[in-house]
């Protein structure tokens, strides 16, 4: 069974980051794209105590074909997948798809099967072998994104998306987020 993305209407297409290319990326964006350390803590940083997870969806489906390439995964293969928004309060700021191998929620990450509302950063920042890699880059054009999703947060332009691997152990994930006009409107206005 595919469930639909709540996110989504098409797959985002993704570019690798490679060094010495220009990827066009408006000046506010670029710390949050490339930001090192875990989203959840800045967010936290700059939301205070209104910071909260808005669990979309977390079930198991098929991944987009590129999400299986990028995981080395047979496309019917099953895994997890969880949408979420990052909210302060009632808006979103970020919104974030993962999508988690069998193999990997069996290892190191059963933690991730009941996630819930809690931040998926609180686990991977706090497991001292996590590595991240593959950066990739896309900014998404308003038409893929779920109408209604688009219609309710004011999708007009190009969102900014980054998505990289973590590997935690023998296991790793894929985690995909996207930065929403009201995180850069909190940020010039806190
Ligand atoms: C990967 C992190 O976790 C964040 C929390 C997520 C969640 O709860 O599903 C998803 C993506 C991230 O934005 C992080 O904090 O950097």
Redesign the pocket.
């Known amino acids: 069974m595919t469930t639909r993305s709540p996110l989504f209407a098409r797959p985002p297409v993704w570019r690798p980051v490679r060094p010495g290319q220009s990827h066009h990326i408006p000046p506010g964006a670029e710390s949050w794209l490339f930001?090192q350390?875990?989203?959840?803590?800045r967010?936290r940083a700059l939301c205070g105590e209104k910071f909260r997870?808005r669990l979309l969806r977390q079930n198991w489906a098929q991944p987009y074909a590129d999400e299986a390439r990028a995981l080395g995964l047979p496309q019917l293969r099953r895994v997890v997948v969880?949408e979420?928004l990052?909210q302060c309060g009632d808006r979103p700021l970020?919104a974030?798809r993962?999508v988690i191998p069998a193999d990997t929620l069996r290892g190191a990450g059963h933690a991730l099967a009941r996630?819930g509302t809690?931040?998926?950063?609180?686990i991977?920042?706090r497991d001292p072998r996590l590595e991240r890699t593959h950066l990739e880059l896309t900014a998404l054009e308003p038409r893929l994104w779920r109408r209604e999703l688009a219609a309710s947060l004011n999708l007009t332009g190009k969102i900014r998306g980054r998505r990289s691997c973590?590997r935690i152990g023998p296991g790793c994930l894929l985690?995909a987020?996207f930065f929403l006009p009201a995180l850069f409107a909190l940020e010039q206005n806190p």
């Open positions: 930001e350390g875990s989203l959840t803590l967010l997870v969880r979420v990052l970020v974030a993962s996630l809690r931040p998926l950063g609180e991977l920042f973590y985690v987020e």
